[in-house]
Each structure stands twice: as structure tokens, then as C-alpha cells.
């Protein structure tokens, strides 16, 4: 993988610098991950993890030029394993999305998740979240958060009596709101499975109540 990272970083540090407006590239694997190697399957996540850290190697001069291109494109060989490509490069940005969160909540602070249905099916389960939260947000340290999606049910109750509200965060995707007004939002850019998806990966805990 460093080799495809150095390879990818020369090659992107060259189109940075030609004032060219488009780049194509190929997946690059000096024969790794043909049909018949075992690492075939990890090979889309290989060249994209390749090239993001290739671009994070570069100077800032030159990751703004690239951000200033009309195209970049990947020419893959074979229709088959478009999906392949596009469903690792989801992950990688979900992955890269989930760190920045960290890094704006606070690197010193940890995340625990609250998941769970959006309507109780018996009034023992509203009573256990209702308890959970009292204890958790009178006993927790500061250095807690607890996040939730801004969903009714399991989520809206924690957020309600999780002390003043000070502790929740509500993760949302691109247009969406909270359903309750405790905590501070959090709007993502992304699309709802998109964020879903940093929600799986942004918590150092998850609490499950009802499902999820």
C-alpha cells in the first residue's frame, strides 16, 4: 500500500502542477488483485485509500489545485467492478467524515451512542431509557458526549432526560432536523445512509435499547 501511496502521490503532485483541469488515472497494482489472487477483493479499497493518503502527503498549493479540477476519474478496467470501486470510496469517506466529527467534538472527548426504536413497544422500556439517561447524564464526566440521530422514540427520551441537554449531540444528514429540541445539532453534508454510516463509526460506545 505505501507504494501505491508514493506512485499516486508523484502522479498527483505532476497533474497539480501542469495547470491541466482534468486527470485520469489508472488502479494502478503491479498485478495484485487479479481475478485469480486472493487480494483481488481488497483491491478497490486498497487504491482508494492509496489515493486519499497520497493527496493528504501533498503540499496545500498543490491539494488545491486538484480540488480545482473540472474531472478527476478513476478508469477502472472492467464495468463489473464499478460498484466494487464506489462502495469503497463511500466507506473511505464515511471513515475520513467520522475522524473530522471526532476532531470537532474534541479529541479528549468520548462519544457514546444512543440507539434504539422510535416508538416503545411497553412503557418498562420508556421508563429504562428515562432512568439510563438520568443516571448517565448526572454521573458521566464532561469529557462525554452522548449523540444520537435526532429520532423519536428511544433517542428523544434519552436526549430529554439526559440533564440539561448540554451532553447530547444530534447527528443529522443534509436537510434533515431533530425531532426534540435538547442538544446541539450537528448537520452533516451527507445523505441519510451516508450519515448512518458515520454514525456507526464515529462512537467510542454504542446503547442499545429496543434495537436500532
Known sequence: EKALTDVYCNA?????????HKLRLLPLSS???SDNDDNAADLPMMIVKALGAAFHRLKSQHQQSIMDS???EL??????????YAQALRELQQVEAAERLRRTIGDDMCVVCILGETAFPNNDSEA???ALAEKLGAATSSKIKFMTTGMCGVQKTFAEYCGDGS??????AAGESSSHGW?????????LEATKGIFSLVGH??????GG
Open 75 to 84: 478508469c477502472i478496467y472492467e464495468e463489473k467492478d464499478f460498484e466494487r
Open 31 to 33: 498485478g495484485v488483485g
Open 205 to 210: 460506545a454504542y446503547i442499545t435499547v429496543e
Open 12 to 20: 498527483l503532485r505532476e497533474y497539480a502542477k501542469s495547470g491541466l
Open 70 to 72: 473540472t474531472a478527476i
Open 128 to 130: 429504562l431509557v428515562q
Open 167 to 172: 451532553q447530547v449531540i444530534n447527528l443529522l
Open 183 to 191: 442538544g446541539k445539532d450537528i448537520k452533516m453534508d451527507t445523505d
